[in-house]
């Protein structure tokens, strides 16, 4: 009874947030222009004047916009455990098990450190290699925090470009892996794990039972990730007014071709959140770097890094890694040539 | 009791065997923790999301950190 009591309060309290939110992001920009040129009394027009209002504005809206999302897919993910899209992939043939690895790899919760495990319950349970590198490639390429922080920072329109492009890259290379058969190079051991049975632990919970999982990956998410989020857009706002416009023009621009190549060559290896890359791809775009680069320097800074490589030497042997790094980073290079000729 | 704490070593496995070493002190359990890091033997429990806590043979927790009440309440049935 007490309990009852309890979660109808945190449903009160939760409404109650969401109300305040909509009414804080709805007045965001009268309440950074009143702060800025009254209360600080800054001249407007200047340029230290409008990178402080840029800031100002920018981080508690990425922030507001962050908490929200993360609060709601920490309680979708409740839904979704590694263990049960195991299940869901189990049997699955090739193209429609790449399409459903893909999508599941989105709200899969992940982490490079779980990757190993994930690989080996996969192999286990009959997931055949190539959706099983669909999942791999999906999930911690598409994730949460790109997508709001893209959403934030450049409109819905990138944001729902890097989740396509994202999915076509880990549904194609997923699937060209699967037909390539390279089983051979899976580490023998792999195959000899047997996997207990844990279905019986699954817990059972309410809707009310899931609201905390979404307020603890808020603490745990955004308390991680706010202070590089300040970081990257101080240093936007620095830029914003300083910096010359076409400053990378030269180096990231769509006149030069080998933009691409050389952004996903200096990016893989490269390890970084969303968090961090992000600010600092909408600095590159503002001083002359196209679209398609910087998209393509993103996805191979988040979805390849060296660590994961070297985590997943314990199961792949050398030339697999090869073969999915290859593959991998040539998608995101037709991707990234694609959206300098489109946009 | 015999308790089983799961995880190959990230930050949130080692949280996890700190907390129920402490839950046990405090409610002074004639319990014996161990650290399992072997991942071929943590999959034996059919875990794939680590940090997990294995109570007696029966996977109690996965995936996540239970708070202390949570942890007290594993701990006494």
Redesign the interface.
Known sequence: MKRLIRQKKTIWVIAGLLIVWALVYDYLEPLTNYLTYNLFGLEQGKRLTEAIRFFVFEFPKVLLLLTLIVFFVGIIRTFFSPERTRRALAGKTTFAGNVMASLLGIVTPFCSCSAIPLFLGFVEAGVPLGITFSFLIASPMINEIAVILLFGMFGWKVAVTYVVTGLVIAITAGWIIGRLHLEKWVEEWVYKTKMGDASDTEEKLSFSDRIPFGITAVKEIVGKVWIYVALGIAVGAGVHGYVPENFMAALMGKSAWYSVPLSILIGVPLYSNAARIIPIVSVLIEKGASLGTALAFMMAVIGLSLPEMIILRKVLKLPLIFTFVGIVSFGIMIVGFLFNLIF | MNILVLG?G?AKCKSLEKITREVVAEMDLDAEVTKVED??E?????????PALVVDG???V???IPDKNELRHMLTK
Request: proline content about 0%; aromatic content about 6%.
């Open positions: 190959t990230c991942i071929v943590i999959m034996s429990f059919g875990v794939m999301t680590t029966k996977v109690v996965k995936g996540r």
